[in-house]
């Protein structure tokens, strides 16, 4: 059986992040030939142009580690009604320089939890909008606009019984839309 390593985006650098908590209590709904690896982003430097030819060491990291993985997995909070600033950087970083790209054709899904009732509804529109651009193929359905609530999270840190169902169809969608699309 093929084992499928999942570069996993969280799109907050807070060390509290509920899209941190969020990856991390996915994992055991995965099945166990699916390995998710969180990609540090928050050593970037500001993506210039002018770097392009030379980039930093923490730039090639990540370029390295988008390339090796065989699908990705963001997890973004909303900002002013798009994505934060430092998952547009890596984005950025690990895009360029032009016909250098390490994103096309992984295949992504994406979430993310917010407290504000919408979730994060535009910020995942808007990296649909990137991730199309860059060549990523992205899970359609079902969509997780998740809100953060009392019991998301039991005490151990784990998806609450009230979510369960509904995150468990979710990363099964996913973890046969990344088949499909690894497979072709």
Same mark, same amino acid.
């Given at each position: 059986?093929?084992?499928?390593?999942?570069?996993?985006?969280?799109?907050?650098?807070?060390?509290?992040?509920?899209?941190? !908590?969020?990856?991390?209590?996915?994992?055991?709904?995965?099945?166990?030939?699916?390995?998710?690896? !969180?990609?540090?982003?928050?050593?970037?430097?500001?993506?210039?142009?002018?770097?392009?030819?030379?980039?930093?060491?923490?730039?090639?990291?990540?370029?390295?580690?988008?390339?090796?993985?065989?699908?990705?997995?963001?997890?973004?909070?909303?900002?002013?009604?798009?994505?934060?600033?430092?998952?547009?950087?890596?984005?950025?970083?690990?895009?360029?320089?032009?016909?250098?790209?390490?994103?096309?054709?992984?295949?992504?899904?994406?979430?993310?939890?917010?407290?504000?009732?919408?979730?994060?509804?535009?910020?995942?529109?808007?990296?649909?909008?990137?991730?199309?651009?860059?060549?990523?193929?992205?899970?359609?359905?079902?969509?997780?606009?998740?809100?953060?609530?009392?019991?998301?999270?039991?005490?151990?840190?784990?998806?609450?019984?009230?979510?369960?169902?509904?995150?468990?169809?979710?990363?099964?969608?996913?973890?046969?839309?990344?088949?499909?699309?690894?497979?072709?």
């Amino acid at each position: 059986m093929k084992n499928y390593d999942i570069a996993v985006i969280v799109g907050s650098l807070r060390k509290d992040s509920l899209n941190r !908590q969020l990856a991390d209590a996915l994992v055991p709904l995965a099945p166990p030939e699916f390995v998710f690896r !969180q990609v540090q982003i928050s050593d970037l430097p500001l993506y210039n142009q002018d770097d392009d030819s030379n980039p930093v060491a923490s730039v090639r990291r990540l370029k390295s580690e988008i390339k090796v993985a065989d699908a990705l997995l963001f997890l973004t909070p909303e900002y002013n009604r798009s994505i934060p600033g430092v998952l547009k950087n890596a984005l950025d970083h690990a895009s360029r320089p032009y016909g250098q790209s390490v994103w096309g054709g992984k295949p992504a899904g994406i979430l993310g939890v917010s407290v504000g009732a919408a979730g994060t509804a535009l910020a995942q529109q808007h990296l649909r909008n990137i991730l199309a651009f860059l060549d990523v193929p992205t899970l359609g359905q079902p969509e997780a606009y998740i809100q953060a609530k009392e019991g998301l999270f039991d005490e151990e840190g784990h998806i609450g019984l009230g979510s369960r169902q509904f995150l468990q169809n979710w990363m099964d969608r996913y973890v046969a839309w990344v088949v499909s699309v690894s497979v072709g």
